[in-house]
């Protein structure tokens, strides 16, 4: 059963607009979230991260936002770049280093 | 730092046939995660260890995977006999410590199974 949800597998947006990308989670134990990037015939690679003691995380063009209640996060780019053009997962960390991760979603920045 | 070395990079290999993927991870770190990952699941843990023992292998499908990390700079990851339904990428990700959140990734090894 996937503990970590990304119900849309793809998402485009023009170059300048906002891009946001959501991600559902069903354990209320998780307490820590992170947002990866890959592009294709890449690993991913570690975007950002938020804690469930906040309810925002921002880095550059990059926030996250945290909403435990209804236990939901989402990534926010804000302006969106072509280069930003990638699959985007969201994880969580669980008992050990057991990782969740969603089946990811395809950003496409059209410019 | 090269960072997570994974070879190779493609494999193409007919059903019934050996597989073995192999993983470096970064030096110096403790933690080693095998992942798959495909279309409808995403990407999924296979195995992970901790200070070359592994901890937790519920990840792993069937029997017919296997996953060894005789050292701390060498893992492989053995499919035998390989299915087609097998075909996916394979991630290796490394960690510094356990409990440290970000992994880092390899650049993945593409399975076909025919």
Request: hydrophobic share 35%; proline share 7%.
């Amino acid at each position: 059963d996937q503990q970590v949800k990304q119900n849309s597998p793809s998402l485009s947006v023009q170059e300048g607009r906002i891009s946001i990308l959501n991600c559902d989670y069903t354990n209320s134990m998780f307490d820590y979230f992170l947002w990866y990037k890959k592009y294709p015939a890449e690993g991913p690679t570690f975007l950002i991260s938020i804690s469930s003691i906040k309810d925002k995380n921002e880095d550059g063009r990059f926030t996250v936002f945290l909403n435990k209640s209804a236990k939901h996060l989402s990534l926010h780019i804000v302006p969106s770049q072509p280069g930003d053009s990638a699959v985007y997962f969201c994880a969580a960390p669980g008992d050990g280093n057991q990782f969740y991760f969603g089946t990811g979603t395809s950003l496409t920045v059209i410019p | 730092d090269a960072g997570v070395i994974q070879s190779p990079r493609h494999e193409v290999t007919e059903m019934g046939q050996e597989v073995t993927l192999r993983c470096k991870p970064i030096s110096g770190h403790n933690s080693l995660f095998w992942y798959r990952q495909t279309m409808m699941r995403g990407l999924e843990l296979l195995i992970y260890f901790n200070n070359n023992v592994p901890i937790d292998d519920s990840g792993m499908p069937e029997d017919r995977f296997s996953a060894k990390m005789p050292n701390a700079s060498f893992s492989t990851l053995k499919i035998q006999p390989s299915e087609p339904r097998d075909s996916a990428v394979y991630f290796c990700a490394s960690s510094l410590i356990i409990g440290d959140y970000e992994q880092y990734f390899g650049p993945g090894t593409r399975l076909t199974v025919t």
